[in-house]
Nanobody
Framework: QVQLVESGGGSVQAGGSLRLSCAAS?????MGWFRQAPGKEREGVAT???????SYADSVKGRFTISKDNAKNTLYLEMNGLKPEDTAMYYC????????????????????WGQGTQVTVSS
């Protein structure tokens, strides 16, 4: 059983920055950030393996950076240049069984989820 607790969401103006954190109860090979806006499907923002291999959605490349502190079992998402279209509930997810599939950023592949943290970007 993996427990995930997110923090760091909030409201910012366009162009601003936020840093999300996710504390995991145990070590996992694959962790990621997903988001879901009202009326839209959940999408994979970024995922990272324990070897540091990361994968990003095209919409956030160059603006968001995912990182993981393996010693602390903590996942981060540094978000810069935020846009109104980034507004969504952001979820941390993990799955110890994923390795090669980690980079596909498929929500259906992840078995453990946090409660979510809201990010709101105003224009």
């Amino acid at each position: 059983q993996v427990q995930l607790v997110e923090s760091g969401g909030g409201s910012v103006q366009a162009g601003g920055s936020l840093r999300l954190s996710c504390a995991a109860s145990v070590y996992t090979n694959c962790m990621g950030w997903f988001r879901q806006a009202p009326g839209k499907e959940r999408e994979g923002v970024a995922t990272i393996r324990s070897d540091g291999s990361a994968s990003y959605a095209d919409s956030v490349k160059g603006r968001f950076t995912i990182s993981k502190d393996n010693a602390k079992n903590t996942l981060y998402l540094e978000m810069n240049g935020l846009k109104p279209e980034d507004t969504a509930m952001y979820y941390c997810a993990a799955d110890p069984s994923l390795w090669f599939a980690c980079g596909r950023r498929s929500p259906e592949s992840f078995g453990y989820w946090g409660q979510g943290t809201q990010v709101t970007v105003s224009s």
